[in-house]
């Protein structure tokens, strides 16, 4: 019998596409977990519309939770997924492989994002620069360290 | 909201960010050259979501509706079927004045009854507002250039046309311009040759996705 928890368990092994030291439980995109005898639905909010991994990210979930020997129903919610949510283990983890995560409260603004805190995950020093709001993929910006003159990539606040 | 209505919104979202990926790899700058190729990623992330509400009224597909569609049904803006890639003054207007309109344009579909569109609105908004920020570092940075100037004074008129007439006024305050007649959609047809490139594919080989 499946239950709610081991649905959680196996989803916060699926690792985020692009960010694969993170897993979609982590990063906040997973809303919900609704379990009715052998059927699983899952609420899920991708984090950018354009991004690419969405589709990967659908198709990872519902394979883990056929894995289980349920049937799964992996729904694109209507709300808008925040950085916010992404969990304090989720933090911990961008930080250990050399990401930024998200600083400050959403809505970003130009204002806190030029001048507001933003440590380096390399030194853990606040005298850094915006370099770039946009980078590699959407969720991310580029900032410079100026204490040890490292670029990072800066998780965006969304 | 009516499908018309969302194949407007979704189209100018497809061809601009089409425009804007036309900097890919010749940018001023590799910080540009990654920006615009982002946010060209993302306003075409947005197309797809307008055109999967618009395909869900007319029983059709995100991408028929984008790229199965003859030039002429298309209904976006002239603004965005404008080629500017060998012009960075006019590309940065053209950004500036969209996103200008767009916040005012997706400010309002916030607030729809239909709460697919509203929820799709505040979605888009949230990482648009990258875009703003971006286009905003850049006209604080190029609005003593006479050449940027000249630009944002060819397209005005057509920065008009993004928006409804009711909404018009609310764009010139906003850039602190008076209101001229608009180039509304249908006035111009600029979009033929990229909408070869566009649909290439999808005409050499019927059916064929990615």
Redesign the interface.
């Known amino acids: 019998m499946v239950t709610a928890e081991r649905v959680w368990e196996a989803l916060a092994e699926v690792p985020d596409p692009e960010i694969p030291v993170l897993s979609l439980v982590d990063l906040g995109v997973v809303r919900g977990v609704e379990v009715d005898g052998e059927h699983v639905h899952v609420g899920f909010t991708p984090t950018f519309l354009g991004c690419p991994a969405l589709e990967v990210m659908r198709e990872q979930m519902a394979e883990r939770i056929r894995e289980l020997g349920a049937e799964p129903d992996v729904e694109v919610l209507r709300e808008g997924w925040s950085s916010d949510w992404i969990t304090e283990e989720g933090h911990r983890k961008l930080r250990d492989s050399g990401f930024a995560p998200p600083s400050g409260s959403a809505p970003a603004t130009l204002l806190q994002i030029q001048t507001g805190s933003h440590p380096c995950p390399y030194c853990d020093s606040t005298d850094t620069r915006l370099d770039n709001l946009f980078g590699p993929t959407p969720c991310r910006s580029i900032r410079y360290c100026n204490a040890c003159r490292q670029p990072f990539e800066q998780f965006k606040t969304l | 909201m009516n499908a018309q209505e969302l194949l407007r919104l979704a189209d100018d979202e497809l061809i601009l960010g089409w425009r804007n990926s036309e900097w890919t790899g010749i940018a001023p700058f590799l910080?540009e050259d990654?920006?615009f190729?982002?946010?060209a990623?993302?306003?075409?992330?947005?197309a797809?979501?307008w055109y999967e509400l618009a395909a869900k009224e007319l029983g059709s597909d995100a991408d028929s509706l984008a790229f199965d569609r003859e030039p002429e049904d298309y209904l976006c803006s002239p603004l965005v079927e404008l080629r500017l890639a060998d012009d960075w003054a006019r590309t940065i207007a053209r950004h500036w004045l969209y996103e200008s309109a767009d916040a005012i344009r997706i400010g309002a579909l916030k607030a729809s009854d239909d709460?697919?569109v509203a929820?799709?609105a505040?979605?888009?908004d949230?990482?648009e507002?990258?875009h703003r920020?971006?286009a905003?570092?850049w006209e604080e940075r190029l609005r003593g250039d006479a050449r940027f100037r000249e630009a944002v004074d060819e397209l005005w008129p057509f920065a008009l046309g993004v928006l409804s007439e009711a909404q018009r006024s609310l764009l010139c305050e906003a850039v602190d311009r008076d209101e001229v007649e608009a180039i509304e959609q249908g006035e111009r047809n600029d979009l033929r040759p990229l909408w070869e490139e566009m649909t290439m594919v999808r005409r050499s080989v019927p059916g064929a996705s990615w």
């Open positions: 910080e990654v920006a190729s982002s946010i990623q993302t306003e075409i992330g947005h797809r979501a709460p697919d929820g799709l505040e979605k888009i949230r990482e507002a990258y920020m971006h905003a570092m």
